[in-house]
């Protein structure tokens, strides 16, 4: 007889949630946009511009998987531009 020995359980998303990270199926969405953002905004702290970002993925978290690059970076875009 064989014993195991336990291991952790892997971190992954929710079934169904939204992967924050863009490091699956996206392709790194929000990381790409973060970095285009933050250049496109030097007044702006990457911080801001990540949260930003973060928040308008999660809003998003239903719109088709191959428009998602462009939508998510036409909302953060415009969510930056508006607070000034």
Do not use: K, N
């Amino acid at each position: 007889m064989t014993l195991r020995t336990p291991q952790a359980p892997r971190s992954r998303p929710a079934v169904g949630g939204p992967d924050l990270t863009g490091t699956s199926a996206h392709g790194g969405t929000v990381p790409h946009a973060v970095a285009r953002l933050v250049a496109e905004f030097p007044g702006r702290h990457a911080a801001v511009v990540s949260a930003t970002v973060t928040q308008c993925r999660r809003d998003l978290a239903g719109a088709p998987p191959g428009a998602l690059p462009e939508l998510l970076e036409r909302l953060a875009r415009q969510r930056l531009s508006e607070c000034g």
